[in-house]
């Protein structure tokens, strides 16, 4: 039994999420019906993130159990051969060990989400950005960030059906830029952490939207923080334009040296 892990790209949009489903397509389904075309036995594999529906991924982490010994450049090109024609790639693979394990090994989760303010809809990146038609203020909506970075109890910012044990989770990195955008203007979320509750990077950036608006002050999320009630916080944005962009490990399992 050989150990692989796999480095994922896949659009979120015609899927309920990653985690496999009995009666709605999954990333987690696209891929396991691509390796049991070349082992049938293969167990289900593991993830790094269980992304929600309609959230993309450039690197989400998998890793699963094979019999046979595959070069993992071969292993690639048939699971991609398998896959067509959902929008699932695997960009890299590679032999690990056997103690590796996609979510437990990872110390770093990084989030890239999208959002463009202007009047006409979106075309080009329908489904891949958030369209706000408002402009928003850069330097309140980061004034607003600073008191969400660092260890919190997050419970304001996160799913009333969040699964995980504790709601206090470490927001290592939350930048904002700026950019032009045809007719518009394009906003980076950039946010980096160990692990994020179910939701939560969606609460915060629906928040922070509020705060660019003008709606609330940014004092208002440090209150939000403080409350730790999910009724205190903003709206949750929609999934269009959230993308896991990257998962760390101790040693990167794809790096050849």
Known sequence: MQRYALKIEYDGRPFSGWQRQAE??????ALESAIARI???APAVGAAGRTDAGVHALGQVAHVDLDRDWDPLRLRDALNAHLRPAPVAVVDAALVSVDFHARFSAISREYLFRLVTRRAPLVRDAGFAWRVNRPLDLESMRKAAAHLIGRHDFTTFRSAMCQADSPVRTLDILEIQEAPYPSGREFLFRLKARSFLHNQVRSIVGTLERVGAG???PSRVSEALAARERAACGPVCPPDGLCLVD??????????G
């Open 39 to 41: 082992e049938p036995a």
């Open 24 to 29: 709605h397509p999954s990333v987690q389904g």
């Open 215 to 217: 709606a609330w002050d």
């Open 247 to 256: 998962v760390g490990y101790p040693e990167d399992p794809f790096c050849s």
